[in-house]
């Protein structure tokens, strides 16, 4: 398993137009077509998407965020730079949280400025940006990743949220 092979997974999971093929997935992600197929078939093996209906398997998916991912994919800081707000730096966890430390995806066309955690994968920043639901989940599970016990289950309830509503 890659930390790319959850990017794939969860804009299938959020894909807005219906049916989707693996080139608009690879596009809209900034990534090859032969590592969409790829991450597939590892999603496949874990039982996290079925190639049978296209789907992914939503239960399985939930379960690995909340208790494997945070182990097989744990956080790493870098410096101050500018990025993305992710984590208790952006909403919906911003207004709930009352920490004074910023947190960002380094991105050089990001408009905030903070302490750099780097994303699972380096196509999170541009995938992010342009999907606001993909967007939404992937600072939740890195708020889950980085978060002490009461911003993990802050995002714990909105990843829930998320995945519930589709």
Not at 31 to 55: E, F
Not at 94 to 99: A, I, R, V
Not at 109 to 135: H, S
Request: hydrophobic fraction near 40%; charged fraction near 25%.
């Amino acid at each position: 398993m890659k930390p790319m092979d959850i990017l794939v997974l969860l804009k299938i999971f959020f894909w807005p137009y219906g049916r989707w093929t693996i080139r608009e997935i690879a596009s809209s992600i900034c990534i090859g077509k032969t590592s969409v197929d790829r991450a597939l078939k590892r999603m496949a093996n874990v039982r996290l998407y079925d190639p049978a209906s296209r789907k992914v398997l939503k239960k399985n998916l939930e379960e690995f965020i909340l208790h494997g991912l945070p182990y097989v994919f744990p956080v790493q800081y870098g410096k101050q730079c500018s990025g993305i707000a992710t984590v208790w730096s952006a909403s919906p966890l911003k207004e709930k949280m009352t920490t004074g430390e910023k947190v960002v995806w380094p991105f050089a066309k990001g408009n905030a400025r903070g302490k750099a955690l780097l994303p699972l994968c380096p196509a999170v920043p541009k995938a992010a940006l342009a999907d606001n639901k993909l967007y939404e989940m992937l600072y939740l599970i890195d708020a889950y990743r980085a978060g002490k016990t009461r911003e993990r289950e802050l995002a714990r309830e909105e990843i829930k949220k998320l995945l519930g509503n589709k």
